[in-house]
């Protein structure tokens, strides 16, 4: 693999049964030319020694943050070392500390101490992995740009067939090719993203707005970022940081969402469009607190602005990108709204399926190109699919130069 040869990599190895396969994990990096370093946790030791990981060819192998001196390893010099940082496998514990910011062993404080792209390889017995405060720790990271690599179903250490087994060597190596070669694909790109919902004021303290998270728009800048784009990210209100070196534009209400599109629309080579722009708002906006009275209320709602409809009209050689969420027919409705609203791609999604539900951080969605098959893609992190949404857009730009 010609990506990997030269590329400094931090294997992690934590204290689980399936430590016995990272060893095939750095032969494949180690004959792909990789520069390789291990870090292992206490328990890691117990299933390999650190000689076994030497003796593949590892460059240095720790496990002791005390070890300071040797080797140039001092507790965050390996961190700034590294380009990229794979821990397989990744047990339950190293996970939490992780989500948490732990860092009391090696390991753990070498991950803290890293900013570079981080890959984990969990690997645990079923109810370990489906338990909540495991749960929480992935969205957690999952959250923050950290990718994960399986685990998948197949025979656990106690030979039960379950969820928990860590994904196959070849496969995380695939994913770590993955993961370096789309670091700059985007280099130089201008991208506006659209995210979260807009909210449209009644009165003073009440407004209609609709269930978007944001999370979808904010894992794509956030990616699209990392692959070297140029990011303006134009969101409505939700409670997620900003992703590093984007620049953020905040709007409330549609009529805003529309100006700070049209105003940053000119100067960029790609826009998605992933906001949930209500379709509707009160007709009148009252000065007032409306007073609760006596009998109910009845609201007169108007249109919106279509957003993307009028950007069509401008949209030169830019790429379109929009979403179709729908409840019904969505095959139809989104083929039907990629015609009309001249789009390049429509991702379209039905969140009343389980585990695509609003606010979810995963998403179940089918990507409809303009005259090729549609791509019926398996629910997955939101941070995943996000990639995989630019690799199409990267496919699309290539194609219009
Ligand atoms: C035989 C054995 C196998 C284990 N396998 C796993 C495992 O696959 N995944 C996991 O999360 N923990 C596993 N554990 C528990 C961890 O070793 C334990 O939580 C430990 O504290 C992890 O430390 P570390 O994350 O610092 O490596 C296992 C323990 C034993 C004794």
């Given at each position: 693999m010609e990506i990997l040869k030269g590329k400094k990599i931090l294997l992690g190895v934590s204290g689980g049964i399936a430590a016995f396969k990272a060893c095939e994990l750095l032969r494949l990096l180690v004959k792909s030319e990789a520069l390789v370093r291990v870090v292992m946790t206490r328990s890691a030791t117990k299933f390999v020694t650190p000689l076994t990981f030497s003796s593949l060819g590892a460059e240095l192998v720790t496990a002791d943050m005390w070890d300071v001196g040797r080797d140039s390893l001092d507790h965050v010099k390996w961190a700034e070392w590294a380009d990229m940082f794979v821990v397989a496998p990744a047990t339950a514990n190293i996970i939490a500390k992780m989500a948490t910011g732990i860092a009391d062993e090696v390991l753990s404080t070498q991950l803290l101490a890293f900013s570079g792209p981080i890959l984990l390889a969990p690997a645990m017995n079923v109810n370990m992995w489906n338990n909540y405060a495991t749960q929480r720790n992935i969205a957690e990271l999952n959250r923050n740009g950290v990718h994960f690599v399986g685990p998948t179903r197949g025979h656990l250490a106690n030979l039960t067939i379950a969820e928990g087994r860590m994904n196959e060597p070849q496969n995380i190596l695939g994913r770590i090719c993955g993961i370096l070669a789309n670091?700059?694909?985007?280099?130089?790109v201008r991208i506006l993203v659209t995210a979260g919902p807009t909210i449209e004021p009644l009165d003073p303290v009440r407004f209609i707005s609709n269930r978007s998270s944001g999370k979808m728009g904010y894992a794509i800048a956030r990616a699209a970022r990392e692959r070297g784009a140029d990011v303006t990210l134009i969101s409505g209100p939700v409670s997620i940081s900003t992703p590093p070196e984007v620049k953020l534009i905040e709007i409330e209400t549609a009529f805003q969402m529309k100006k700070a599109v049209s105003d940053s629309f000119?100067?960029?080579?790609a826009v998605i469009m992933a906001a949930a722009v209500a379709d509707f708002k009160p007709k009148t906006y009252v000065r007032q607190k409306i007073k609760k009275g006596e009998k109910g209320l009845s609201l007169a709602l108007v249109k919106n602005p279509d957003i993307l409809e009028e950007l069509a009209s401008k949209k030169g050689k830019k790429i379109m990108v929009g979403f179709a969420l729908e409840t019904e027919n969505l095959e139809t409705f989104a083929r039907k709204k990629m015609r009309e609203k001249k789009l390049d791609m429509i991702i379209a999604n039905d969140p009343t399926r389980k585990g695509a539900e609003f606010g979810s951080d995963f998403n179940k969605v089918i990507i409809f190109r303009k005259s090729k098959k549609a791509l019926d893609l398996p629910l997955m992190p939101k941070n995943e699919l996000a990639h995989k949404i630019l690799d199409e857009l990267v496919l699309l730009l290539k194609r219009r130069r």
């Open positions: 670091r700059s694909d985007l280099t130089g000119k100067s960029v080579d």
